[in-house]
């Protein structure tokens, strides 16, 4: 019996260490999504990496996680923005588990699944430009050339076929995001432009 109670402490202790950290991160605070919604939904868990992901880029940077940006008169999402030296970044995730083909140009994707099975979705791309002019339109006198696309699929799907012709679009796997950052050295924010934009 006392082993089972030093057990049932120990955990407790653990979970209670684990929230206080949670509760003193940044994206506690932008957020405000609990370490249960971490732990228990998806797609907090995964806006917690992204964010984790970007808070280690170098230089200087701000992020910004579920955003909600009018579209045509309706509220959508950002998943993340990244404000950097080097631009804005608006970063749209998906998370799928097949097969991933498709080009810039195509209305629909597919994402091949088990057994041949075929699912359709609307073009990524498409949808991060769409948020990247909702957000131009709200920041008129930003130079347009700062924006960028940033498509970033989880980690359970394959990049099979992707097919990119702009130069301000990016389409990578989370598992890739670290070494994408990496790539970002020029310098065209100051970070008094950083903290206007945020």
């Known amino acids: 019996m006392t082993l089972f109670i ?36 998806k797609k907090v868990r995964i806006l917690n990496k992204i964010m984790r992901d970007l808070e280690r880029v170098k230089g200087i940077r701000k992020v910004m996680i579920n955003l909600h940006i009018p579209v045509y008169e309706e509220l959508h999402s950002i998943d993340a923005i990244l404000l950097h030296e080097s631009g804005i970044y608006v970063i749209n995730v998906k998370d799928k588990s097949g097969w991933i083909n498709g080009r810039e140009q195509n209305i629909e994707w597919k994402e ?18 769409r948020l990247v002019n909702a957000l131009q339109e709200q920041l008129p006198e930003v130079d347009a ?14 990049l099979q076929q992707i097919e990119i012709h702009s130069k301000n ?7 890739e995001l670290n070494n994408w950052t990496k790539t970002l050295v020029r310098k065209r924010l100051t970070e008094a432009d950083i903290e206007t934009l945020f």
């Open 6 to 41: 030093i057990v049932i402490m120990a955990i407790v202790g653990y979970i209670a260490y684990k929230i206080y950290n949670h509760d003193n991160t940044i994206f506690y605070k932008m957020t405000g999504y609990s370490y249960f919604d971490v732990v228990l939904k």
């Open 145 to 158: 050339t700062l924006f960028e696309s940033v498509v970033v699929f989880t980690n359970d799907c394959a």
């Open 112 to 129: 091949l699944l088990h057994k041949n099975k075929i699912r359709t979705f609307n073009n990524p791309i498409h949808e991060t430009k």
């Open 169 to 175: 679009v990016e389409v990578l796997k989370m598992s």
